[in-house]
């Protein structure tokens, strides 16, 4: 019922409700995580930064889909600043200047745009994927890269993982939890649930 569904699509569950619904027939349960970002629950990513702010614009728009998120992007691509967070806790002190963070517990926002291309649903861990401040400089390779899934190798990007961490930011901003924007505090607890969820997914066997 998503517009990105990148949950499912990780999961290779179907897009389409009628296939997804089939797929009930010969599947079989596994145990995925799961994260909480200041106790509010999500399953694919969340994060600050430029993408929230899509994400923000996203939600006001009165179409959906994947022209609609292009559309906002080309909009405030070059109009929005970066800004310097600090992360701290499972041995991280890290401060960074970046464009955007998402905290990755599935391998893509949606619509096959893989922002963590190694995330794990079953690792107990999420990436923490950065990007630079000056990531405009090479956003027409990171645009291929993101949906090539070899983001994580371009060198705008910085992937730390970890199971629990406080991102500490200069102001309230926007912040997304599974791409719809949400308020939250200027500082936020993330942390994953290992194996939190039951799904049902394709018999591999």
């Not at 799961?34 to 969340?46: D, V």
């Not at 994927?129 to 956003?139: C, P, T, Y």
Request: net charge negative; hydrophobic share 40%.
């Amino acid at each position: 019922m998503g517009s990105g569904n990148g949950f499912a699509r990780h999961l290779n569950i179907p897009i389409r409700p009628q296939k997804a619904l089939e797929l009930i027939n010969h599947s079989e349960p596994i145990c995925v995580d799961y994260g909480l970002a200041n106790g509010r629950m999500f399953i694919s990513t969340c994060g600050t930064g430029f993408d929230a702010v899509i994400a923000d614009h996203f939600a006001g728009s009165n179409k959906r889909g994947f022209a609609t998120y292009f559309q906002n992007i080309i909009h405030d691509v070059f109009s929005y600043t970066p800004q310097t967070y600090h992360l701290v806790g499972d041995g991280l002190d890290v401060t960074h200047k970046a464009f955007l963070i998402t905290f990755a517990n599935a391998n893509q926002w949606g619509y096959e745009a893989l922002i963590a291309p190694k995330a794990s649903l079953q690792d107990g861990k999420m990436d923490i994927m950065l990007m630079s401040s000056h990531a405009l400089l090479g956003s027409a390779s990171l645009a291929l890269r993101l949906f090539a899934g070899s983001i994580d190798d371009s060198h705008f990007m910085n992937t730390i993982r970890a199971k629990e961490v406080t991102l500490e930011r200069e102001e309230a901003a926007p912040f997304h939890i599974d791409g719809d924007p949400v308020e939250m505090e200027k500082d936020i607890h993330i942390k994953i649930v290992p194996d939190g969820l039951h799904v049902l997914v394709e018999k591999r066997f």
